[in-house]
């Protein structure tokens, strides 16, 4: 008992007041709907633009000519879901398919061949494209089916604590244009929770670049890359901040890439479809169809994503809380998920100018080690880097979502697990957690509860 004292007191020191999300741009809600409330401030209209795009964002999008709603057809003629909160369930995290026989609903699998540009985007599958979709419109086949097939093994932690780590395989079946390819690479992507959204696009790129460090100056070994992406509205590479591997340089251009990939729904910024060649019933449905996502509606969702407030973290005045935070910092977990940022200038809205922010990430690329490497290179991205997720939200995942899985492939099912899968830059930190006595380590998980 008094080792455990004095290593909890040890970590008290040099901790002053916890940090606390700035009132302006949290909500003091949890429970099912902790994800769904507007930022605090917004005035009249909008609160009606918010509410528009809510209901563009749970729309059941329709395959055909509607006399009802015209302007809500378009699916297809391939897709993953119908809706885009069939995803992002309660605006949080999706989740992986547990059972042999469960299909990826909320899960999307990434595909290209190698042979692309140094620093491009990833080069689409020639029959596939880049992104399997099981689903397709009367007429057209979908591309087949996705599974996963989970793997377990138990780690021991230094204390003799037994933690079970799975690790999903990917099947995919009834494939409708052929096998794949031995070249084929894939990437099994979880939607992620899509709080805060407009907090992280307000970063100034100077702050995030500031945060980079790609040839380890500082000798930590954490060594933070920004992803240079393709900008399709400005013509010109931009840094990128969203995707699961930094990929996307803005909100809007975000959510018109996932009305392409998952619903089939064209826009402006992506006016084709992705039909390859060799799918000839998918050619076919889309012969002389224009945009079928106008710039109002993608307007109006990328507001919805934008304007979605983050909910206020919970005990942060718990001494054990307030431990596991030194803790977080001490062993190293806030060299990426960095806690405070400060947003700029945000003509878009207004309301999310100059606030101080704590979500937690860098919005960088880092080498994860080869436990969670996909393999599969994105723009600057190597197989083994992933972008720091924003852990704010992240004690309310429980309550929001049906299961709660996290990781970009849902295969840890509590933050232990998540920890423990982490390698490469942060193989130091894992370590740490692993050799930790029990009460510090229930000291640092109470304070990622508390996120």
Known sequence: MMRRAVLLAAALLGISAPLRADEAVTVPIQGRDAFSRPLPGLDPAQRAAFHAGRSLFQQVWTVGPSEVRPDLDGLGPLSNRQSCIACHVKNGRGEPPEGEGDVLRSTLVRLSVPGGKPGGAPPPHPVYGDQFNPDGIPGVPGEGRATLIWSERVERLADGTPVALRQPELRLSDLAHGPLGSEVMTSVRMAPPIIGLGLLEAVSESDLLALADPDDRDGDGVRGRANLVWDAARGAFALGRFGLKANQPSLRQQNAGAFDGDLGLTSTLFPRHGCTAAQTACLAAVAGVGPELDDEQLDLVTLYTRALAVPERRDVDDPLVRVGEGLFAAIGCAACHTPTLRTGPSPSLPQLAGRTIHPYTDLLLHDMGEGLADGRPDFQATGRQWRTPPLWGLGLTAAVADRATY?????????????????????????AVRRMPSLNRKALLAFLDSL
């Open 407 to 431: 990781l970009h492939d849902g295969r840890a099912r509590s933050p232990l697990e998540a920890i423990l899968w982490h390698g490469g830059e942060a193989e130091t930190a894992r370590e």
